[in-house]
Nanobody, 126 residues
Framework: QLQLVESGGGLVQPGGSLRLSCTAN???????IGWFRQAPGKEREGLSC????????NYADSVKGRATISRDDAKNTVFLRIDRLKPEDTAVYYC????????????????????WGQGTQVTVSS
């Protein structure tokens, strides 16, 4: 079964940047990948997604213009970079993989039968 591990979280000052990684224990070929986050007391929020063949991307309004999703399939890894971080970006960040037919534009939040990682904590604070 596909397993995903997120990394790259930590404590960041407001206005700073970070790059999260989502690494699989096997090939991510043909998988559409999504990033999500969940802040304490809030529902899980979809942030971004990227398809495999066409590398189409999509972003939630909350991170649009500040986030960049990318993938390196040779390394079985998908990245999410977020710039100009705000305290409200504090959350546990998760990645998920969808192995079904590739959508023309992946939805945010990514839906369907998903394989999930365990999450990485991001705290934005001075």
């Amino acid at each position: 079964q596909l397993q995903l591990v997120e990394s790259g979280g930590g404590l960041v000052q407001p206005g700073g940047s970070l790059r999260l990684s989502c690494t699989a224990n096997g090939s991510l070929d043909y998988f559409t990948i999504g990033w999500f986050r969940q802040a304490p007391g809030k529902e899980r929020e979809g942030l971004s997604c990227i398809t495999y063949y066409n590398l189409n991307t999509n972003y939630a309004d909350s991170v649009k213009g500040r986030a960049t999703i990318s993938r390196d399939d040779a390394k079985n890894t998908v990245f999410l970079r977020i710039d100009r971080l705000k305290p409200e970006d504090t959350a546990v960040y998760y990645c998920a993989a969808f192995g079904g037919p590739e959508p023309a534009i992946c939805p945010v939040p990514l839906d369907g039968h998903l394989f999930w990682g365990q999450g990485t904590q991001v705290t934005v604070s001075s």
